[in-house]
């Protein structure tokens, strides 16, 4: 797959190298959950059968972050994951439009007739609750409207699940409340966060727990604090563990900004400065204060052994 990145208007360039006929899905896709695969995966289907590339058209940052000026809570799937989730969903261009304040003003009209019909999109793919343009003033039936005999466009109805509509809001909730089970179900996989493993109070090892401190890479929705059973890669290879998401009470007050530290299961080795990507499997428990060390220590302990349970493949 190969990555675009677009600005409105389109240069010649950009045009003389991107415009030919193409099928693209169009939307936000933050989750790439199981309802963005049925309309990305409808893309990808009709395009293999017309002999054409598939493109998935996305905005980067996020709209909500642009419009709600730094009050954006993150995303499900910053532009890395992805760009990993699409290739593998077999999308051959991404184009990631730049969205600004002044994008955000673009009329729908200017938007089909300056992006869409300008790469040659022959048919648009969206979502039934697809909106675009200032204001959101543009909803299907009009992108319909506008892209004349030009563009065809087709509607995919909602993906539901146990008659649920299957949401990133709902997603975004879930993982919030500690729902990661139902998070994961509607993600149609395992929530999955990537940082880099950074020097944390050195307090760890001295419990005999070492954990490895993520920075993350961007800004991802941050689940509600507790223990997981998680498994992590690392160093080229999949490792169980556990993390705890949190603000480590026990030790210390007033901490706004949690940490997500792992402990990797029947592992040593100094991975500082290294690439994790932690897949977020099971929810333990909440994160608590223990009246003393030990209790804590006790505790990890008994989080450690709830987790090799919950990791090893079944006989
Ligand atoms: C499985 C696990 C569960 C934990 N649970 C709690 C908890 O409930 N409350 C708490 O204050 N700290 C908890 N911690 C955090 C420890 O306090 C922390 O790992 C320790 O202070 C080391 O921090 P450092 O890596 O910054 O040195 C937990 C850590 C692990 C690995
Ligand atoms: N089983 C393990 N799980 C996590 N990190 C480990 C493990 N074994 C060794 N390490 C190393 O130890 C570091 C964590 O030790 P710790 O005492 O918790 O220090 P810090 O407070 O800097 O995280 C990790 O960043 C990693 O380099």
Avoid at 57 to 65: G, I, L, R, S, Y
Avoid at 122 to 148: E, P, Y
Avoid at 152 to 157: A, H, K, Q, S, T
Avoid at 281 to 302: D, M, N, W
Wanted: aromatic share 8%.
């Amino acid at each position: 797959m190969k990555t675009v990145h677009l600005t409105y208007p389109l240069s010649a360039g950009i045009i003389r190298e991107n415009a030919g006929p193409q099928i693209a899905a169009i939307g936000q896709f933050d989750g790439v959950h199981q309802g963005h695969a049925s309309v990305i995966g409808s893309a990808v289907r009709l395009a293999g059968e017309q002999g054409v590339p598939s493109a998935v058209m996305t905005f980067h940052p996020h709209p909500k972050d642009v419009m709600k000026k730094g009050n954006y809570e993150g995303n499900l799937t910053p532009l890395l994951e992805k760009q990993e989730l699409l290739a593998e969903l077999g999308v051959d261009i991404l184009y990631v439009v730049e969205f600004s304040e002044a994008f955000s003003k673009l009329s729908p009209q200017a938007f089909v007739e300056g992006m869409l019909l300008q790469l040659g999109v022959r048919t648009a793919i969206v979502g039934f609750d697809f909106r675009f343009g200032h204001k959101g003033a543009g909803d299907a039936n009009m992108l319909r409207q506008l892209g004349g005999g030009n563009m065809n466009v087709e509607i995919i109805p909602p993906f539901e699940r146990e008659g649920e509509k299957v949401s990133s809001s709902s997603i975004r909730k879930a993982l919030q409340s500690g729902e990661l089970d139902e998070a994961n179900r509607l993600l149609g996989r395992p929530y999955r966060l990537r940082g880099v493993v950074v020097d944390g109070d050195k307090r760890g090892k001295s419990i005999g727990f070492p954990t490895a401190n993520l920075r993350l890479l961007d800004r991802y929705v941050v689940p509600a604090k507790g223990v997981y059973a998680v498994h992590s890669f690392i160093e080229g290879e999949w490792v169980p563990g556990v993390m705890n998401l949190g603000v480590k009470p026990t030790f210390q007050e007033n901490v706004a900004a949690p940490s997500f530290e792992v402990h990797l299961l029947d592992f040593d080795r100094d991975i500082y400065g290294k690439q994790m990507t932690v897949d977020l499997i099971s929810y333990i428990r909440a994160e608590r204060k223990f009246p003393s060390i030990q209790e804590l220590i006790t505790q990890i302990q008994a989080d450690t052994e709830t987790a090799e349970k919950i990791l090893s493949p079944s006989p």
